[in-house]
T-cell receptor
Framework: NAGVTQTPKFQVLKTGQSMTLQCAQDMNHEYMSWYRQDPGMGLRLIHYSVGAGITDQGEVPNGYNVSRSTTEDFPLRLLSAAPSQTSVYFC????????????FGQGTRLTVV | DAKTTQPNSMESNEEEPVHLPCNHSTISGTDYIHWYRQLPSQGPEYVIHGLTSNVNNRMASLAIAEDRKSSTLILHRATLRDAAVYYCILRRGHNNDMRFGAGTRLTVKP
């Protein structure tokens, strides 16, 4: 059972570069989300999606874009990386009902120099 | 969005019970109370959730106050592996996001 798979696990970017963090789930979950976690802090919601073609902003959306063309995939794009985006990024998926368990990926550790 | 308040840190001795509190005084009727934990260098993992009644599973128990303004996660016998950050989160009934607070860092002493 793969669950939620994030790639890459580690990435170093130069300021101004762009990249896409990949997230895929094999549980047919409608709800997917992206979080960032800075050292010693809790997770902050970046963007989320309640189904293919539907996305919405979370707490800290600036500097990030998302799209949801399939149920399985929810990529996160950094258009022009900044040092302030150095963080660990987590992807999660679940059924949309509030009484269901969310599953998290193992994270992508991103460093912007 | 309804907020939760948790102590920043707690300590426990190995093999003793641990009670982790959470206040959520602005909870609405459709909010489920979820608990997740995050082990070092890992993504969060689900622990337990409930709506009104107390809940038990193989990992923990969840005690919910009658007015639902607070809840307590109970680890019956803490082990060293239970050392983690525990998050109490409210999740609305349908198609709503999950927002994390700072959580409680649990230290388990041998």
């Amino acid at each position: 059972n793969a669950g939620v798979t994030q790639t890459p696990k580690f990435q170093v970017l130069k300021t101004g570069q762009s990249m896409t963090l990949q997230c895929a789930q094999d549980m047919n979950h409608e709800y997917m989300s992206w979080y960032r976690q800075d050292p010693g802090m809790g997770l902050r919601l970046i963007h989320y999606s309640v189904g293919a073609g539907i996305t919405d902003q979370g707490e800290v959306p600036n500097g990030y874009n998302v799209s949801r063309s399939t149920t399985e995939d929810f990529p996160l794009r950094l258009l022009s990386a900044a040092p302030s985006q150095t963080s660990v990024y987590f992807c999660a998926s679940s059924s949309p009902e509030g009484n269901t368990e969310a599953f998290f990926g193992q994270g992508t550790r991103l460093t912007v120099v | 969005d309804a907020k939760t308040t948790q102590p920043n840190s707690m300590e426990s001795n190995e093999e003793e019970p641990v009670h982790l509190p959470c206040n959520h005084s602005t909870i609405s009727g459709t909010d489920y109370i979820h608990w997740y934990r995050q082990l070092p260098s890992q993504g969060p993992e689900y622990v337990i959730h409930g709506l009104t009644s107390n809940v038990n599973n193989r990992m923990a128990s969840l005690a919910i106050a009658e007015d639902r303004k607070s809840s307590t996660l109970i680890l019956h016998r803490a082990t060293l592996r239970d050392a983690a950050v525990y998050y109490c989160i409210l999740r609305r009934g349908h198609n709503n996001d999950m927002r994390f607070g700072a959580g409680t860092r649990l230290t388990v002493k041998p």
